[in-house]
């Protein structure tokens, strides 16, 4: 796993075709990512509701700060005819599935050697970043985007994991997690950071001239294998 630092005609990932302007996503890659950004506007939207609709909420609520925007965005009560809670947690399993199913691809495939992160990927970024140059450096934006990939996955999972503990309070799981109070305040922290974690992954996904590789997709049977 090398990342080019000239994207223009140089070799991009595995293949020689492997170009800006012509690459395109396993089927499988394009499928899981689309899929998981479905879920998780869904996941964002229905939880909009129950994290912020309780009448005490400073800022959702009846009368809070957020009250009107978060009315017009997230859903009442049902979601298309389904109850908003019974939704959330049907997609959040959804999602993890999601993300099982990606990562043994990614384990069955080679993929998953381009996507290995570690110190000297920080120490890349870091590096570039204190030159001035991190948005020139093909090799920068790449070490960025991988970190960016894993903070990802550690966020669903902790997602997943405070969500149990809060659905599930007979389990106790949130006194290990600084009680009830905190666990609820991790679990809107890291729902809402992924608001600005789109959109640096949009951007380092377009400074890198990989963005629109997703929305193309190609099938590789040998992937399988």
């Known amino acids: 796993r090398k990342a080019p630092d000239d994207p223009h005609g140089v070799q991009y990932g595995r293949r020689s075709s492997d170009k800006p302007a012509t690459r395109k996503s396993q089927f499988f890659v394009t499928f899981c990512h689309w899929s998981m950004v479905a879920l998780l506007i869904i996941e964002t939207a229905t939880g909009m509701r129950m994290g912020w609709g309780y009448a005490e909420s400073p800022l959702g609520g009846p009368a809070g700060f957020w009250s009107p925007l978060l009315n017009s965005l997230a859903p009442r009560g049902e979601f298309f ?36 992160v570690s110190n000297s990927d920080i120490q890349t970024v870091k590096q570039f970043a204190d030159k001035g140059d991190f948005w020139q450096s093909k090799k920068a934006l790449w070490s960025a985007n991988l970190l960016v990939y894993w903070f990802g996955f550690l966020s669903i999972f902790i997602l997943l994991v405070t969500g149990i503990a809060l659905y599930r309070v007979d389990l106790g799981w949130h006194h290990y997690m600084g009680g009830y109070w905190m666990t609820h305040f991790l679990h809107g922290l890291f729902t809402y950071l992924f608001l600005p974690f789109t959109a640096l992954h949009v951007l380092l996904q377009w400074r890198f001239g990989t963005l629109w590789s997703i929305f193309k997709a190609s099938f590789h049977g040998r992937h399988f294998a």
């Open 81 to 116: 005819g389904f109850n908003i809670m019974t939704v959330h947690n049907i997609c959040a399993w959804l999602l993890l599935i999601d993300v099982i199913v990606y990562l043994v691809y990614l384990f069955r495939s080679s993929a998953f050697k381009r996507i290995k």
